[in-house]
């Protein structure tokens, strides 16, 4: 049946039920019933009183008593997935023709509100459910609207504000959270609870209709229960599709980078001027059991398909930071580290705050962190919390490094949206730097853009002492790659570090010259 034909039919339909089972209709009905039983007798009388309600439900023109209340949730009261869309549809087409704000939505779910049941009872989990609905409205305006679309998961749309942006968004974010997180009294025990909140702010949506409000804003809890209990994201056009049966090689990454099995290694960046190491870039390496070290190439797509880069970084900054302090510890003269983020990482609304705790509880300035970001990521990204974190960790005094230069589109505006303060030349560029001129002036051109924009620069991927000594010629500022050391585990580098030092002629002493002449 067409779109067409069935939308007139239930016109026709709404049509026909008031004349047939109006108020007037009731004066026909002792007739109708007396008529039966003449002609039928109690059996045909019992048949008609049982068959009739019977077909015009089927049929669509008598409504059942309760399809009122099937649009509201049995437990909490409130309205359901469809009323909701219907809000956002009808905020969509006011918002394209009235001041203000197009609407937003918000979906919060209970961490692990499957269990509710299993751990209180269906009396308990009702009260739980009752009581976050409640909570959840009284943190809104009245002008709000709060629906129930799954038992645990309530669907939110905000009414149009003349300053809804991001920062406002994750802001009421926190706000449901804590509320939310208050305890609950369920007889006398004390239950806490945590949430994940997915909104979509429409102008990150292409399609300006409900349903794909409501799907943005469900991708984006999707990816906040992906990190873990209580957290928050942002929808933005970069998000993959959960995977909900991960492969034997996902499922065996997953358990190595929980077992400890992944982590990082370090490669030395050393001055072209000086030769002395200016930093280390740390990065992901996989010790298995049984076949030794994997290649980053085969297990980081199967960290990506489980939605793990957010716990990979983590790893990887942690050990990072405990390899500086250590570093410390020994008197060894490591100016900094690199870690490398991820769109993932970049896109968490939290990242930043994260960052920060992380250096102030080992003690570190923020200068001994390098973020390193990729080219591809500053020129695709139109995503408001990804320039948000960047922009705030290079005023926290955090080096920012576009990684993988030359490979992307990044442009001179990007470039300075995001303070870049390093960029790291790809390998595509380096190679054969020495003996190619084409090599060489591209490279040449690299550094003279650089320079102007006040920039440092590094060569990756230098694999001969030829690439080296070109890029040291050409002005290139710091160097990384095999002709220095490959990437060692950490318990290898204070033996390098103290090895390299020494190989490192003693710079001359110019002013004590100067003062003995």
């Given at each position: 049946?067409s ?49 009739l ?15 009122a ?55 308990g ?12 409205r ?31 968004m994750?802001?009421?974010s926190?706000?449901l ?19 994940c ?36 994201r ?17 499922k ?14 370090f ?11 200016t ?7 996989w ?5 030794g ?59 930043f ?5 992380e ?5 570190l300035?923020?200068?001994?962190l ?34 993988d ?6 442009s001179?505006s ?14 595509s ?89």
């Amino acid at each position: 049946m067409s779109f067409k034909s069935a939308t007139e039919r239930t016109t026709i339909l709404e049509k026909l039920r008031p004349a047939v089972f109006g108020p007037h209709a009731l004066a026909f009905l002792p007739a109708v019933m007396l008529g039966a039983y003449w002609f039928g007798g109690e059996g045909f009388l019992l048949v008609f009183a049982v068959t009739l309600p019977t077909l015009l439900l089927l049929t669509g023109v008598l409504k059942s008593p309760w399809a009122a209340l099937h649009k509201r949730d049995s437990v909490t009261g409130l309205p359901g997935r469809e009323t909701l869309l219907d809000r956002l549809s009808v905020a969509v087409t006011e918002g394209a023709n009235a001041e203000g704000d197009p609407p937003v939505c918000l979906v919060v779910e209970i961490d692990n509100a499957a269990a509710l049941v299993a751990q209180f009872g269906d009396g308990g989990a009702e009260t739980i459910l009752r009581s976050v609905g409640d909570r959840i409205r009284s943190t809104l305006r009245e002008s709000d609207l709060t629906t129930a679309l799954s038992p645990g998961r309530f669907g939110l749309a905000l009414a149009k504000t003349p300053r809804t942006d991001l920062e406002s968004m994750i802001q009421l974010s926190g706000r449901l959270q804590d509320a939310i997180d208050q305890p609950i009294s369920l007889d006398g025990t004390r239950v806490l609870l945590s949430c994940c909140v997915g909104f979509a702010l429409p102008s990150r949506v292409s399609d300006q209709n409900s349903q794909s409000l409501l799907d943005a804003a469900e991708s984006a809890l999707d990816e906040a229960q992906k990190v873990g209990p209580g957290s928050i994201r942002a929808f933005s056009r970069g998000m993959r599709p959960r995977v909900s049966i991960p492969d034997n090689l996902t499922k065996e990454v997953v358990r190595a980078l929980e077992q400890g099995d992944i982590k990082p290694w370090f490669q030395p960046q050393v001055s072209t001027d000086t030769g002395a190491l200016t930093g280390f870039e740390a990065l992901a390496r996989w010790e298995h059991p049984r076949k030794g070290q994997v290649a980053p190439a085969a297990f980081l797509p199967a960290i990506a398909e489980a939605g793990l880069f957010e716990r990979l970084g983590e790893v990887i900054l942690f050990h990072a930071l405990t390899a500086l302090r250590e570093w410390d510890r020994l008197g060894l003269s490591v100016p900094n580290v690199a870690v490398n983020f991820s769109p993932d990482e970049l896109r968490n609304p939290r990242m930043f705050e994260k960052v920060r705790w992380e250096l102030d509880r080992f003690e570190l300035a923020p200068s001994r962190l390098v973020v390193e970001v990729l080219e591809n990521v500053v020129a695709q990204s139109e995503d408001d919390t990804t320039t948000r974190n960047i922009a705030a960790l290079s005023r926290l005094g955090c080096g920012i490094d576009l990684d993988d230069f030359g490979t992307g589109h990044a442009s001179i505006s990007n470039i300075r949206r995001f303070d870049v303060s390093r960029i790291k030349i790809d390998r595509s560029f380096i190679s054969q730097v020495d003996t190619d001129r084409d090599q060489q002036n591209m490279v040449s051109a690299i550094l003279t853009m650089a320079d102007r924009l006040g920039l440092d620069t590094l060569g990756e991927g230098v694999e001969t002492h030829g690439e080296h000594s070109m890029l040291a010629q050409l002005g290139c500022g710091h160097v990384q790659g095999y002709s220095i050391a490959r990437p060692m585990p950490f318990a290898d580098t204070a033996s390098w570090i103290t090895a390299h030092h020494e190989r490192i002629p003693p710079v001359p002493d110019i002013t004590s010259r100067a003062k003995g002449a």
